[in-house]
């Protein structure tokens, strides 16, 4: 009797959760948030950009292979081209600030610095679209960028045309130097609306809510963010350190209930730069960066040097599963599930039902740990239902293998490291 009685309980809350999957497909089907309508960054965007790594560096004369130079973004998309990154999908090389003359040309136009830049972003663009790639730049929305070279204020119209005149296919637009939070939005607006018109497709990266959160009082309409921009910083510069990576994450999961749902094709919150392959993290940290900018649906700009980087952290950044996470169709942001005795649970809906799920040991202190995970409570009760096919993508590629929806699953996390595993249902 009790044996009976078992399963009819079983079969009952069985019956529940396949109703609660009922729902979530039809609530997976609602749109979000109006996106800007450029057609653009349906999945988020990939490429390389200079900052993080090579930052305001113009002194050519002593340092020639590491200044913001013509020469070290065409050294970039020869690599880009040659050592597989464009086929993976790493597609834009970014210029950000520095690139500028300290004054605009007669006409009132920005101009590249003649000796850094001798060919003009015309040819860059140019050399960048004959290795199959996408130029992208940097501009300001204030009286000058934030290393002190003319800023957008006053000339969007100007500046938009230029760019589309050049060739160029993405904007990063920074912060810096604007005088009230009306001028802020209203000139992030006006230069959306300036790149459409130019008729060239131009991705539009902003920092408009960065420069929001110093304002407490006035948090960042994310809807409407979301209608001018197709990504957008929330949260300080990234740096080659954990600390570094750490404050990002603590800082979206925090403030995830405000974020998560603006995510969605066309429009994604941008956590910044991948620092993998650079100096500052362990290899377990590089693992959790890859790992968790997969599942927060972050657009994957790499600030790093190509000529240098490790067999190892390339064949992490060119990861086709991890970066199949990171573009999965579906177009949802991942957010933590929970956090306990310093590990965390990050999991993202996926499309054809499966999910990405992320395990983060945060301790600095002692060996790896083992965690414990009962699959019913993944996903809503939705991720292994009634089974699901579960595979490691990192730190080590394999199949675990076919677990019921009643199971639990122990792995073993490395200090500041991360599992990563994706898991299909199975009917």
Request: aromatic share 10%; hydrophobic share 40%; glycine share 8%.
């Amino acid at each position: 009797m009790t044996g009976t009685m078992n399963l009819r309980s079983r079969a009952h809350l069985l019956g529940c959760v396949l109703g609660l999957r009922s729902l979530a497909l039809v609530l997976w089907g609602i749109p979000g948030a109006r996106a800007l309508d450029n057609g653009l960054a349906m999945t988020p965007t990939m490429g390389w950009l200079h900052w993080e790594r090579f930052m305001c560096n113009t002194d050519c004369e002593e340092d020639p292979d590491s200044c913001v130079s013509e020469k070290l973004f065409m050294q970039m998309a020869d690599l880009m081209d040659s050592e597989g990154w464009r086929d993976v999908g790493y597609e834009y090389l970014c210029i950000d600030d520095c690139w500028m003359a300290p004054q605009r040309d007669s006409k009132g136009r920005l101009q590249a610095d003649p000796k850094r830049f001798p060919g003009g972003i015309r040819r860059l663009a140019d050399y960048v679209h004959g290795k199959g790639l996408k130029l992208g730049i940097y501009a300001d929305v204030g009286k000058l960028t934030c290393a002190g070279f003319p800023g957008s204020y006053g000339y969007y119209d100007i500046d938009a045309k230029t760019f589309a005149d050049w060739g160029v296919d993405l904007l990063k637009f920074d912060g810096c130097h604007f005088d009230t939070l009306v001028d802020l939005a209203d000139g992030y607006k006006y230069m959306s609306l300036a790149l459409n018109r130019t008729g060239r497709s131009i991705v539009y990266s902003c920092e408009w809510p960065l420069y929001m959160m110093p304002f407490r009082k006035h948090m960042p309409n994310y809807t409407e963010v979301r209608e001018y921009c197709n990504h957008w910083r929330n949260f300080a510069d990234i740096y080659d350190a954990w600390q570094s990576v750490k404050s990002v994450l603590d800082w979206t999961s925090s403030n995830q209930e405000k974020i998560v749902d603006a995510a969605g094709p066309g429009g994604w919150n941008d956590p910044d730069m991948l620092v993998i392959g650079n100096f500052g993290l362990s290899w377990d940290q590089q693992i959790t960066q890859m790992a968790l900018w997969a599942i927060m649906a972050a657009p994957l700009f790499m600030s790093n040097d190509l000529r240098q980087i490790s067999p190892q952290a390339k064949a992490l950044l060119q990861d086709k599963d991890v970066i199949a996470i990171n573009q999965d169709p579906l177009g949802k942001q991942g957010y933590r599930l929970r956090k306990e005795d310093n590990i965390e649970v990050w999991e993202r809906p996926l499309s054809d039902f499966a999910w990405a799920v992320a395990m983060v040991n945060l301790q600095e202190i002692g060996g790896p740990r083992f965690h414990t995970i009962s699959l019913a409570s993944l996903g809503g009760g939705l991720a292994c239902l009634p089974a699901c096919l579960i595979t490691e993508l990192l730190p080590v590629k394999g199949k675990l293998g076919f677990y019921e929806w009643t199971s639990s699953l122990k792995l073993r996390i490395n200090p500041t490291g991360t599992v990563l595993l994706r898991l299909d249902r199975t009917n």
